[in-house]
């Protein structure tokens, strides 16, 4: 694969919002790869950017990696999916990746432009209020069956190891569920074409 030299920065280095923005005003602009939730998608997303949640890149990635042979920029709400997405593809060898710090939140506090669909809650807000849910009511539970605090504990430990692995059980459940899926569920067939070059709608 070729790798141009005109990007603000290195791959593996993350971009700032003001970089990302200006690189894609230029000749060169990059793809973009948005890794969240199809909801979470169409709720809100940078223009022209292209929809491929985490779990699907990562069973694809080889196939949609053939097609990157060009500047590739990750994006999730926050960076940490998009980190998850850029190790998927390091593994299969893509070396010019480069991930969005703070993500599209960063983007939007920038003031850069994005396309809005229907409003709905992002994963990471869906993860807090289950997990917070969950331990709340095992609390209150725990006053008339002790054995309920094991769950609270479970779910601690659970959002422990979310953070020391950088990955999150219940988000992947979360992101299947209907509510996430928004209109259309990313379509890969069509993502791959596009990037081949192949499809005839713009980006």
């Keep these: 694969m070729t790798t141009l030299t005109t990007a603000p920065v290195l791959p593996g280095e993350h971009l700032a919002p003001a970089e990302l923005r200006s690189w894609l005003e230029s000749a060169d602009a990059p793809h973009v790869l948005d890794v969240r939730s199809p909801a979470e998608f169409e709720t809100v997303h940078i223009p022209g950017s292209y929809n491929v949640p985490l779990e699907t890149l ?3 990635r080889e196939r949609l990696a053939r097609h990157l042979d060009e500047h590739a920029v990750l994006v999730c709400r926050s960076g940490m999916r998009a980190k998850q997405a850029e190790t998927a ?4 060898g893509l070396p010019n990746v480069h991930v969005l710090d703070g993500g599209v939140s960063a983007w939007e506090a920038e003031g850069a432009p994005v396309e809005r669909g229907a409003a709905r809650w992002d ?3 869906q993860v807090r209020l289950v997990a917070g849910g969950i ?6 539970g725990s006053v008339v069956v002790p054995g309920l605090r094991w769950i609270a504990t479970g779910i601690g430990a659970g959002l422990v190891t979310a953070a020391a692995t950088d990955t999150c059980a219940m988000g992947a459940v979360l992101s299947k569920l209907p509510y996430n899926r928004g ?3 990313c379509d890969v067939d069509a993502v791959v074409a596009e990037l081949a070059g192949t499809a005839t709608s713009a980006r």
């Excluded at 593809?89 to 299969?92: E, I, R």
């Design 58 to 60: 990562r069973e694809h």
């Design 135 to 140: 331990v709340l009511a095992a609390g209150l």
């Design 123 to 125: 994963l990471e807000r």
């Design 89 to 92: 593809f390091a593994a299969v």
């Design 183 to 185: 209109a259309a569920s």
